[in-house]
């Protein structure tokens, strides 16, 4: 059994989540730009077992595009070329920036940390994981 990877996926910044083992607990991994992001999924899968992977879709309330969906959409095709065994899941992210920002504000982090928008892509991987996770059970 692997571990179940969710990705922010943004033109600059890909947050990116993950799983224990177990798949009881979602936990930010990193931040990484765009272009570097399929290597270092590749470099991670030579290390860690990767069960399936949450690709956070970015919709509007009517269910339409929004301007990052035709890009998120190429990711995943990209996404599915680089890993044909490995599941893709697509799980709604609307609200995810908000609720992340929201929580970092509860958690007392500090208008710097706020503004990293790293530190916010991150914690959104992680709503879209825990989402997932929690549709699974």
């Given at each position: ?59 509007k309330l009517d ?30 992210e609307r609200f ?42």
């Amino acid at each position: 059994m692997g571990r179940i990877l969710a990705l922010d996926y943004g033109t600059k910044r890909v947050g990116i989540a993950v799983t224990d083992p177990l798949k009881i607990i979602a936990t930010a991994l990193d931040t990484i730009h765009a272009k570097d992001v399929l290597v270092f999924l590749q470099n991670y899968t030579k290390t860690e077992a990767v069960e399936a992977f949450v690709l956070g879709m970015p919709l509007k309330l009517d269910q339409s595009d929004t301007n990052n969906t035709q890009h998120v959409r190429a990711f995943h095709k990209k996404l599915a070329e680089t890993f044909p065994d490995i599941p893709i899941h697509l799980e709604d992210e609307r609200f995810t920036s908000k609720i992340a920002l929201d929580t970092m504000i509860e958690m007392g982090s500090s208008r710097k940390d706020r503004q990293q928008k790293g530190n916010l892509d991150k914690i959104s991987a992680v709503l879209i994981l825990q989402s997932f996770m929690e549709k699974m059970h």
